[in-house]
């Protein structure tokens, strides 16, 4: 069972920053990318940056220059550094990992996501 648990969201003023984490755990062979997701009320998900096991890295048009994806690959973990941030940037944060574990016979490539966090930028 894989599991990615997040931490680091909360309340920011604007132009204030955040560093959001995510770890992943449980059965892991690999992992082939790892990112960050975004979900404003009333709205669709998207990407806001991710990172291959190359290191690599995309990174969404609204937060380039204001936000760096990184990752700890001993550690399973990707860290989302957020800074100057925007009311816009108000979310719930979503953790998701590509990775290859362990099935009942098999090995298998699969996608996880984590619960969430939230992000409130606000005066």
């Known amino acids: 069972q894989v599991q990615l648990v997040e931490s680091g969201g909360g309340l920011v003023q604007p132009g204030g920053s955040l560093r959001l984490s995510c770890a992943a755990s449980?059965?892991?062979?690999?992992?082939?990318?790892m990112g960050w997701y975004r979900q404003a009320p009333g709205k669709q998900r998207n990407l806001v940056a991710t990172?291959?096991?190359?290191?690599?890295?995309n990174i969404a048009d609204s937060v380039k220059g204001r936000f760096t994806i990184s990752r700890d690959n001993a550690k399973n973990t990707v860290f989302l550094q957020m800074n100057s941030l925007k009311p816009e940037d108000t979310a719930v944060y979503y953790c998701?990992?590509?990775?290859?574990?362990?099935?009942?016979?098999?090995?298998?490539?699969?996608?996880?996501w984590g619960q969430g966090t939230q992000v409130t930028v606000s005066s």
């Open positions: 998701n990992a590509d990775l290859l574990t362990q099935g009942a016979v098999w090995r298998y490539r699969a996608e996880y």
């Open positions: 449980g059965t892991i062979f690999s992992i082939y990318a």
């Open positions: 990172i291959i096991s190359g290191g690599s890295t």
